[in-house]
């Protein structure tokens, strides 16, 4: 593998933090999984100083763990990490939601219902879906223009990302969640701000439920 090149003014550390970001997300690095800084290093032609500041960064978003004296790992979700996530998510959505329901320009009300059509158009591929589900979410906070609570809802859907479960790998997960979409549009286009939070809750309540690992069988009960 060539040296990566060398990206002026962006520092060669965030390059390196973008390539090992989208292996993390690509699965190539896998959660729970052991970074080989060494075999990182030989693999991109690069010192351990820029990989070390990329974990760092990478850290710093909660997409790396540092242990004491035994490097770096990709960090690994817990249930509880998951439904927490979540939950922060459903708060600080839906009170956007709200937000741009009584704001948003027609324009931008408008802007949203283009994004929402690649949903529909994209409900067949779950990647592309994945991608456009991601821009229409992103957009509204955007419109809604809360910069503190666009970083933190950044932060968080980059950690979602190493959920095993991601609530749009169930099967059915994909037409239901487009369902409470239009359901959404529908409430942002009429201007129903009460509405439009408590649909975008719902989404996210029924997203974890999505995502939580099926629960073992009961083992049957002797006699």
């Known amino acids: 593998?060539?040296?990566?090149?060398?990206?002026?003014?962006?520092?060669?550390?965030?390059?390196?933090?973008?390539?090992?970001?989208q292996q993390i997300f690509g699965r190539e690095l896998e959660p729970g999984s052991w970074i080989d800084e060494l075999k990182l290093c030989a693999e991109l032609g690069i010192?351990?100083?820029?990989?070390?500041?990329?974990?760092?960064?990478?850290?710093?978003?909660?997409?790396?763990?540092?242990?004491?004296?035994?490097?770096?790992?990709v960090t690994e979700m817990s249930e509880r990490d998951v439904r927490e996530a979540y939950q922060l998510l459903a708060l600080l959505e839906s009170d956007a939601a709200a937000q741009v329901a009584s704001r948003a320009s027609e324009a931008q009300l408008q802007e949203l219902a283009r994004l929402h059509e690649a949903l529909e158009r994209e409900v067949g591929q779950h990647d592309a879906f994945f991608a456009a589900n991601e821009?229409?979410?992103?957009?509204?906070?955007?419109?809604?223009?809360?910069?503190?609570?666009?970083?933190?809802?950044?932060?968080?859907?980059?950690?979602?990302?190493?959920?095993?479960?991601?609530?749009?790998?169930?099967?059915?997960?994909?037409q239901e969640s487009l369902q409470e979409h239009r359901a959404l549009l529908a409430a942002l286009l009429r201007r129903d701000a009460a509405a439009s939070a408590a649909l975008l809750r719902e989404h996210f309540e029924n997203g974890l439920a999505a995502a939580m690992p099926p629960e073992p069988a009961a083992a049957p009960s002797a006699g």
Do not use: C
């Open 135 to 174: 821009q229409f979410h992103m957009r509204l906070l955007e419109i809604e223009g809360n910069r503190w609570r666009q970083q933190m809802i950044t932060d968080l859907r980059r950690v979602m990302k190493l959920n095993r479960h991601h609530s749009l790998f169930k099967q059915g997960r994909l």
């Open 47 to 73: 010192s351990r100083t820029p990989l070390r500041e990329a974990l760092k960064v990478l850290a710093a978003e909660g997409l790396v763990t540092m242990k004491v004296r035994r490097g770096a790992y």
């Open 1 to 21: 593998m060539t040296a990566l090149p060398s990206l002026a003014p962006r520092a060669l550390y965030e390059e390196v933090a973008e390539r090992l970001r």
